[in-house]
């Protein structure tokens, strides 16, 4: 771990070039969702279908994830993991203008999906090994959210449906390639493989009751019980998220009647939210424990499909809720990257990272979005978005069983008895 308070510190740099290419994949997995008022006129997909072409891609995201976080610590090329990642997924960004009809659209979002999914736990395990501990919990928030929600929540929906508008959704996919190729020169170029250290190899943050120094062997990731609740909140948030994202901007234009113009504003709001508690959250867990935010931002998380669905105000007020209704991206990060890594071995981070996104992407994108598309054909379109509210507050009950991970919490507890041993797993 390389440790330097500089702004141009190669800790910032691999902040800095990690988070660009998180952003710049976000906006490739979103710009679906933006485009989809476009594209169900042209393909006849039905609301159904819509949900079902989200969910395949959550399939092959949440299986790559595991696989890819896991490979890349037992392989230790998670450089070169990185820069095939980005090169691939922007190459199937491009191939989804060519879709001729929801079969093909299918096929072509969850290969994209299966290239996607090693990104975050190999890129997030290259950001652990390069973090100070002061700034774990920042880190790892602005690389998930920061970057990701201002390329692909804020400036996306405006940039997308414009170019839309213009030149067609066809097009709009096409040049998504462009940023891919650039991210992947900067990662060749300027990230070095992180090297283990003995301390890292054997290292457990909070010991959960073994020896360091112990073998560890892929499957101990599920002896922790923080990583079971992170899982079971990640089926919660996950669908939470995509369904708000996957059905927003048809209930905004089909139901309320807005224009993909203003839509696109509205969603860009939903970007300017995610993006500043995106580090927000992580950054005062570091201060005020993650147990305690996890809990408050699930409750907050509530407000933002609920005012989708009733608020009817003036569009600068809606926008104003829509901005403290979408904060859960914050807990997102936690739950994640922040508490996994400060659960398990610094060795298995990544696999850790990668199951606690592989389940909720797994059970809750694929299942549970699934459903919510089914309910939508039934009960309109306000069905997904009502369970996207109630899964928020399921995420916020569960975490009040979290332990806490927080180094500056642990450090107090410790004080406070210096001869109890910090053991997550009970």
């Keep these: 771990m390389r440790s330097s308070s500089r702004w141009w510190s190669y800790e910032n740099a691999v902040l800095g070039i990690l988070s660009l290419g998180w952003g710049f994949l976000f906006l490739e997995r979103m710009d679906i969702n933006y485009l989809m008022p476009f594209m169900v006129k042209d393909l006849h997909l039905s609301n159904a279908e819509v949900g079902f072409v989200a969910a395949g891609f959550s399939l092959t995201w949440s299986l790559s994830g595991y696989f890819g976080g896991y490979f890349g610590d037992i392989l230790g090329k998670r450089k070169l993991l990185l820069i095939i990642s980005v090169l691939a997924f922007s190459l199937c960004s491009f191939i989804t203008g060519l879709a001729t009809g929801f079969l093909l659209l299918v096929v072509f979002r969850m290969v994209m999906g299966m290239l996607e999914g090693p990104f975050f736990p190999v890129g997030t395990s290259i950001l652990l090994a390069e973090s100070t501990y002061s700034r774990r919990g920042f880190n790892l928030g602005f690389l998930q959210n920061f970057s990701s929600n201002i390329l692909g929540g804020m400036i996306g929906p405006v940039v997308i449906v414009a170019i839309a508008t213009a030149v067609g959704w ?23 493989e992180p090297k283990l250290t003995r301390e890292d190899a054997s290292e457990l943050v909070t010991h959960g009751g073994k020896q360091q120094g112990e073998k560890i062997r892929p499957w101990t990731v599920f002896k922790y019980r923080n990583m079971i609740l992170c899982m079971i909140i990640s089926v919660c948030l996950i669908p939470w998220y995509t369904l708000l994202f996957t059905y927003a901007p048809l209930y905004l234009t089909q139901t309320r009647g807005l224009s993909p113009h203003i839509m696109s ?121 009502l369970m996207s509210a109630a899964f928020a507050l399921v995420a916020a009950l569960v975490a009040i069983f979290l332990t806490e991970t927080a180094p500056i919490k642990v450090k107090a507890r410790l004080a406070s008895a210096p001869e109890a041993q910090v053991n997550l797993d009970v």
């Design 170 to 192: 066809r097009y709009t996919f096409f040049f998504t390639i462009i940023p891919g190729i650039v991210v992947a020169l900067l990662m060749w170029r300027f990230i070095k």
């Design 265 to 385: 504003y509205v969603m860009s709001i939903v970007g300017v939210s995610a993006a500043v508690w995106g580090f927000v959250v992580p950054m005062l867990s570091d201060r005020w424990g993650r147990k305690s935010m996890m809990i408050l931002f699930c409750l907050i998380s509530i407000i933002g499909p609920v005012s989708v669905l009733y608020l009817h105000a003036a569009l600068w007020f809606f926008m104003v809720v829509i901005f403290i209704g979408c904060a859960g991206t914050g807990g997102m990060a936690l739950y994640m990257s922040v508490i996994p890594s400060e659960t398990v071995p610094r060795k298995i981070a990544g696999a850790a990272i990668g199951l606690a996104m592989a389940s909720g992407e797994f059970v809750g994108g694929v299942g549970i979005v699934s459903a919510g598309g089914v309910l939508a054909n039934h009960y309109g379109l306000a069905a997904p978005l």
